[in-house]
């Protein structure tokens, strides 16, 4: 069984820059393009980025340029590196494969406030 595990949200100032990390436990990496989602109150869960398996990186518009995501298969882990942070920015960041297919973890809430 697929676990996920999010971390690094914490409360940030906009223009701020925070690095989320995802461990994942129960099957290997390599196999599976990745993503980071998040969702706001009131709001669907949305596509972030998603990284293929020869480490091309996807961006959804409004994060393009602001946004890098990685991944290390070896140490079975994923991460979101976010700079410029908006307030618009502020959800629950959760990290899976692409189609969403695994069991969801718990997120980890970004919040971008002055």
């Known amino acids: 069984q697929v676990q996920l595990v999010e971390s690094g949200g914490a409360l940030v100032q906009p223009g701020g820059s925070l690095r989320l990390s995802c461990v994942v436990s129960?099957?290997?990496?390599?196999?599976?393009?990745l993503a980071w989602y998040r969702q706001s109150p009131g709001s669907e869960r949305e596509l972030v980025a998603h990284?293929?398996?020869?480490?091309?990186?996807i961006y959804l518009d409004s994060v393009k340029g602001r946004f890098t995501i990685s991944r290390d298969n070896a140490k079975s882990t994923m991460a979101l590196q976010m700079d410029s942070l908006k307030p618009e920015d502020t959800a629950k960041y959760y990290c899976n494969r692409f189609d969403g297919g695994w069991a969801w973890g718990p997120g980890t809430q970004v919040t971008v406030s002055s």
């Open positions: 129960g099957t290997r990496l390599s196999f599976y393009t």
């Open positions: 990284i293929t398996g020869t480490g091309i990186g």
